[in-house]
């Protein structure tokens, strides 16, 4: 029988702060063609691979111009036993059972689920599965891209980041920059002026600034001096493929400070991918620590930074650094998916260490709708587990975790984001 705590925390509003999520045209005409699509689209491949499952059968098993589910599923069959009690797999379980009425999954009763597939993709239905069969406050999504446009399917609760993994990475696309602004890039100057433009036509209505490049260099930054970043950018307009590492980062440091000065200046938090990779075979373990951001941190302390998916397998690293510094804040966005249980055990060593007034529950990571409703069920129901263990160790109150349970999920993220000031502005733009 649930408790009282359970009963809240499975009911009440659970802020999104990390999706990928296709638009509403996007999801209608590329959303999943039939029901193993729409299972295995998620995250769940690289977990196949990992047990054994051929390239090639993953391939198939989420092709929909093959009609054969049934065999497309046994291609994979034996993998999936194997993981179907990681994150992913629970996920893809979820999914399942809440979407299409499968508790278990048998390959004969696949195609007559198939066809519910089309009824979640009907206009209409990625608002209302979010927002009213699972719950969420809002969501926040990288679409990888600069343009925060109101979104005319929800403009109060699809809102948008403002990609600055580019930049960042140190391979801005130029020719896009100058598409987008009006300034050609030529110079250092040209450069900033450029980005400045980005944020004075995108920053009112973004709810924060994003950047994933972590995976393609180190999370280490280094502050240039404009003379260094002058010639990296030379080479790069020089020689965008031949120019050396370190020009490449040269340039990406200076432009990562600049997108933190300016969202400090407009206000909007920073999210930073730390720690775990998605996908096989390339993780490079090293560029993924979250303390390689410490003097990002002192040289920006105006600016509010948000380290993303609790820099798993680090995350007692990335809990001392939300710690040590008032601008950082911990988000468990993926996390829940990537490994539960760990997730849960983050949030009981977090909460008595860390301020949980720095600390976010939930954000899906996914592209479609019916994962991110999966992956908040398993949020709710794993952050119900830890703070009930909380309780029943003595170390919070029924009252106490209740409170703690409306920080995390919602009171924390509308402190961060300055969703009034993000909404205000998506208002008078649509208006």
């Keep these: 029988m649930a408790t009282d705590l359970e009963i809240f925390i499975q009911s009440a509003p659970l802020v999104d702060t990390h999706e990928h999520l296709l638009r509403e045209p996007g999801w209608a005409d590329e959303g999943p063609k039939d029901v193993l699509q729409d299972l295995f689209f998620n995250y769940v491949p690289a977990d196949l691979i990992s047990a054994g499952a051929s390239p090639e059968a993953v391939r198939r098993l989420a092709d929909p111009s093959d009609p054969d589910l049934e065999g497309r599923f046994r291609g994979v069959e034996k993998a999936w036993r194997a993981i179907r009690h990681t994150g992913y797999g629970e996920a893809v379980r979820t999914i399942a059972s809440t979407f299409y009425g499968l508790e278990e999954l048998v390959p004969e009763k696949l195609a007559e689920a198939s066809r519910r597939t089309l009824e979640l993709r009907e206009p209409g239905n990625r608002l209302r599965l979010l927002r009213d069969v699972v719950g969420l406050d809002h969501i926040q999504t990288d679409d990888f891209c600069w343009p925060c446009p109101p979104d005319e399917s929800g403009p109060d609760f699809f ?95 200076w432009c990562w400070a600049k997108g933190a000065e300016l969202a400090g200046r407009y206000d909007l938090p920073f999210k930073l991918h730390t720690g775990y990779y998605a996908g096989n075979w390339h993780m490079v373990m090293d560029r993924i620590h979250a303390s390689h951001l410490a003097e990002l941190f002192r040289q920006y302390p105006g600016t509010r930074f948000v380290l993303m998916h609790i820099a798993h397998p680090y995350s007692d690293e990335l809990t001392a650094m939300v710690k040590h510094f008032p601008n950082a804040y911990a988000d468990l966005c993926w996390a829940w998916s990537i490994n539960p249980r760990a997730a849960g055990l983050f949030v009981r060593r977090f909460l008595h260490e860390a301020p949980i007034n720095k600390l976010f529950a939930f954000g899906g990571d996914t592209r479609w709708p019916t994962s991110a409703a999966a992956y908040a069920l398993q949020c709710r129901h794993w952050l119900s587990r830890a703070l009930r263990a909380e309780v029943e160790e003595g170390y919070l109150s029924e009252s106490e975790a209740r409170s703690v349970a409306s920080d995390v999920m919602r009171n924390n993220q509308y402190e961060c984001f300055r969703l009034d000031a993000c909404r205000s502005a998506i208002a008078a733009a649509s208006a």
């Design 159 to 253: 809102l948008y980041d403002l990609s600055w993994w580019t930049f960042c990475s140190g391979r801005p696309d130029l020719e896009q920059l100058a598409d987008a602004t009006g300034i050609t890039v030529n110079s250092v100057q040209s450069l900033d002026t450029a980005m400045e433009s980005l944020f004075e036509r995108w920053g009112p209505t973004a709810i924060a600034v994003k950047a994933q490049h972590a995976y393609n260099r180190s999370l280490a930054w280094v502050p240039r001096s404009r003379g260094e970043a002058e010639r990296s950018l030379q080479d790069y307009l020089h020689d965008p493929q031949g120019r050396s590492e370190e020009s490449r980062l040269c340039l990406g440091d």
